[in-house]
């Protein structure tokens, strides 16, 4: 969250509940809603490390909001993290660990977990597919974002199905 939300102060001065309606517009329903209480949590965060620069705003018939702005620092973060590609292999799989453990305990089945998690996949590619048709239509970055999370769970799917064909086969 750190990140996206320098990303969005680029932009220009902003408070956290416009970015949290930013986020949401850009990314649609698709991504998970951020929780505006951890979007606050994380801008005090970004004004301790010098990364943002809060100031107050006073409003005649409301509290007090704060706006933040970018500060050098943080454009220097933001440019790195835009500078770096995302090298996350998916080597630390909870699902993986799982499938490599149960025969040591005894207290799984490992074609049982597979056959649960294909299942798991498929109803998130369903919901993923009503997401895409509904009220995302017209948005083509919550369309690319749907469209990425689909093929990762076909490419998850065909690696299941390698999974059980490498386990049900006696050699």
Excluded at 40 to 49: H, I, N, S
Excluded at 82 to 110: H, I, N, S, W, Y
Excluded at 128 to 135: C, F, V
């Amino acid at each position: 969250m750190r990140l996206p939300l320098l990303a969005l102060l680029a932009r220009g001065p902003a408070h956290g509940y416009e970015m949290k309606q930013a986020l949401e517009q850009l990314l649609g329903s698709a991504y998970p809603q951020p929780n505006v209480g951890q979007i606050y949590v994380t801008l005090g965060r970004l004004e301790k490390a010098g990364l943002i620069r809060g100031e107050e705003v006073e409003q005649s018939s409301r509290p007090n909001k704060k706006i933040y702005h970018l500060t050098d620092a943080g454009l220097d973060e933001l440019r790195g993290w835009f500078a770096e590609p995302e090298d996350e292999p998916r080597v630390r799989d909870e699902f993986f660990l799982k499938l490599a453990l149960a025969p040591q305990t005894g207290l799984a089945d490992q074609i049982a977990l597979i056959n649960k998690q294909r299942r798991q996949y498929l109803n998130t590619m369903r919901n993923l597919s009503k997401l895409a048709g509904a009220e995302n239509r017209d948005n083509r970055i919550a369309q690319l974002l749907i469209e990425g999370a689909m093929l990762h769970l076909q490419a998850d799917l065909d690696w299941l199905e390698r999974c059980q064909e490498e386990l049900e086969d006696p050699e």
